[in-house]
């Protein structure tokens, strides 16, 4: 397993809405909560979580979605500094990718730690050498013999 990671709105929301890979994140965020792991979000994925939380379900539910993310044993940045900024600038300028995707994929550059995502719009980053992935899949339904 990697030192740390990145997470972005994919794998948050995908936790919290129980898709195919929330094993995978729950394993992920228990071995953070034990030291075992770093996992950083930029606050430009947290707010994205909570508006598409607010827009598909309410504020109500977005604030609980808010607190509990904020609980999670996650480092949140919440600054913009000039190295990030021109990373992500440069990401965007010559990826398809969305401006808050391109911070996710800066942090995770910057801080040299995979990104941990299913969100397929970042496999030309991968491709091309430019980011680390950790691909969160579905896991496997148990299947008791």
């Known amino acids: 397993m990697a030192k740390g990671y990145v997470l972005d709105s994919f794998a ?30 930029h606050a430009i994925h947290l707010g994205e979580v909570v508006y598409i939380t607010h827009r598909e379900k309410g ?14 044993p996650i480092h949140l940045v919440d600054r913009i500094n000039e190295g990030l900024l021109l990373t992500a600038s440069s990401l965007k300028a010559r990826f398809p990718i969305s401006y808050a995707d391109a911070y996710a ?11 941990l995502t299913g969100d397929p719009a970042f496999d030309p980053l ?6 680390d992935v950790a691909w969160l899949r579905p896991t496997p339904p ?3 013999a």
């Open 59 to 72: 504020k109500a539910v977005a604030d609980l979605v808010y607190s509990r993310i904020k609980a999670f």
């Open 12 to 41: 948050l929301i995908g936790y919290l809405e129980n898709e195919p890979f929330a094993g995978e994140m729950e394993a992920v965020l228990r071995n953070a909560r034990k030291g075992g792991v770093r996992l950083y979000v």
């Open 142 to 144: 148990f299947i008791q």
């Open 105 to 115: 994929a800066a942090l995770a550059k910057i801080n040299r730690v995979p990104l």
């Open 126 to 131: 991968q491709e091309n050498g430019e980011l």
